[in-house]
């Protein structure tokens, strides 16, 4: 039995952390989770905390299901690993792939495997261009992008991302990916301007990328539905269908990115059921097992997947755990809950209405609050020191970490990312945890307050 301490000192020692400064995880020690249960997950010192992010917008179904423990546990015992090369395959991704088609938007019919969101979009840029190659348009290369989007961590993830100091560290990123403005309108749209016209001139930054770049040179467009790590931005409604009907007019592919979004989180199993748009790659990973498995799948549409089969030629890409038996079982058996306890439903009638409520009612009039924004159970809050003007306390985003630390403190597990506030919580939430995250939060936004304003 090791004490506090002496995790926080191995840990400091040994463990390098993803995105976090080391000198400050080596000077404040880090927080060790020992368990969790329903929507609470606990620390090592048996402080409860409410778990606003659903572990890292994953945990769908939340803590503590014995029925996706005993799916990995049979699958484990019955046929531990066999790989999906050389024309194998084992039952549960094959059963898992007619499940995934079944729930997902008309016009994807095949999935490729992988571990991670990352992973899933690395293999769907090559993908969209080996389709363009197989199509003999080896030309059409280019993928459009947005400013501050996240697209995992890979190279191919980091390029397509649109997160400056990433592409800084990386020091040189996949060639041919130009990133536009985001659909975020707190920050970009102009004076007067509805939110209806912002969505459709953000979507025209999309048309004028294809024609500076040439039609004829443009594979595909990618985008989260809803920007996650960027800071859960919300596009207008109108932005979506605009975006596809560009692409459409060009003949240029549309990628969208549902790690965050897919199985529930806007109230449909994906996003792209929620802003109406049928794009040609979904990526996936996060909720498909609840993060009780690593697994991603990226969902290949008709147009692609006809291809693949018509043309022939290798598709010359794969990882060992493509299609991984227990991850695959893991996945079918929390897509089964999601179903069965209707959790897609009730966000979509219930819980998610009453979280826009709740945090319009309750959160919104604080002075320190500039904005509140959800959709399903996806929300922000932004953190200004002036309401009216929108001026932020510092150009750093330091202000949101005050309240995140104050959340933290008052047993709500919530994110900051730049000064904005981030809520991407299990989707079995009840109206009586919203009233309960509600509570935690003001106090942390009374407690910051004072500290900001000192
Ligand atoms: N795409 C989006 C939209 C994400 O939010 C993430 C992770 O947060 C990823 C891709 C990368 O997924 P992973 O961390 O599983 O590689």
């Known amino acids: 039995n090791y004490s506090l301490k002496q995790l926080q000192q191995i840990d400091a020692s040994h463990h390098l952390h993803p995105f976090t400064d080391h000198k400050e995880l080596r000077e404040a020690g880090s927080r060790?989770?020992?368990?969790?249960?329903?929507?609470?997950i606990y620390d090592s010192e048996g402080n409860e905390l409410l778990d606003g992010m659903a572990g890292l917008w994953c945990v769908a179904v939340g803590y503590g299901r014995d029925e996706l423990a005993d799916a990995a546990y049979k699958q484990m015992k019955e046929l531990p690993?066999?790989?999906?090369?050389?024309?194998?395959?084992?039952?549960t991704p094959v059963l898992l792939s007619q499940k995934l088609v079944?729930?997902?938007?008309?016009?994807i019919s095949?999935?490729?495997?992988?571990?991670?969101?990352?992973?899933?979009?690395?293999?769907a840029v090559r993908l969209v261009r080996h389709y363009w190659a197989l199509?003999?348009?080896p030309e059409k290369n280019c993928i459009i992008s947005r400013k501050n989007a996240y697209h995992g961590s890979t190279v191919a993830g980091t390029s397509l991302g649109g997160m400056e100091a990433m592409h800084k560290q990386l020091g040189g990123a996949v060639p041919n990916i130009v990133h536009v403005m985001m659909p975020y309108a707190y920050e970009l749209a102009l004076p007067g301007e509805s939110d209806h016209d912002f969505g459709l001139r953000a979507a025209k930054a999309v048309e004028d990328a294809i024609l500076e770049a040439g039609a004829d040179k443009v594979a595909a467009f990618i985008g989260e539905p809803i920007m996650g790590a960027g800071g859960v931005k919300i596009p207008p409604m109108s932005y979506w269908p605009e975006v596809e009907r560009i692409c459409r007019k060009y003949d240029v592919l549309l990628m969208l990115d549902e790690v965050i979004t897919g199985y529930g989180r806007t109230g449909e199993w994906f996003a792209a059921q929620s802003f109406g748009v049928r794009p040609d790659t979904i990526t996936t990973a996060k909720a498909l097992t609840s993060g009780y498995q690593p697994l991603s799948a990226l969902l290949v549409g008709d147009r692609i997947a006809s291809t693949l089969v018509e043309k022939g030629g290798e598709f010359a890409h794969g990882y060992t755990y493509s299609g991984h038996p227990v991850a695959c079982a893991v996945a079918l058996a929390n897509i089964d809950i999601i179903a069965r306890e209707g959790l897609v439903e009730r966000v979509k009638n219930d819980t998610g209405p009453y979280f826009a409520q709740a945090l319009g009612e309750r959160i919104a009039d604080h002075p320190l609050v500039g904005e509140v924004r959800s959709f399903g159970l996806m929300g922000a809050i932004e953190i200004v020191k002036d309401k009216a003007t929108k001026e932020r306390f510092s150009p750093s985003g330091s202000a949101a970490v005050v309240v995140r630390d104050h959340a933290i403190d008052n047993g709500m597990m919530m994110r900051a990312t730049g000064d904005t506030m981030i809520l991407s919580p299990p989707l079995?939430?009840?109206?009586?945890?919203?009233d309960m995250a509600c509570r935690r939060i003001r106090k942390a936004l009374d407690l910051a307050e004072a500290d900001l304003r000192r």
Request: charged letters at 20%.
């Open 32 to 40: 060790i989770i020992t368990r969790a249960d329903g929507p609470y």
């Open 81 to 91: 690993y066999y790989n999906s090369f050389f024309k194998c395959s084992t039952p």
């Open 102 to 107: 079944e729930i997902a938007p008309e016009g």
């Open 110 to 123: 095949q999935v490729f495997y992988g571990s991670s969101g990352s992973e899933a979009n690395d293999t």
């Open 135 to 137: 199509e003999g348009k």
């Open 428 to 434: 079995i939430w009840t109206r009586d945890t919203i």
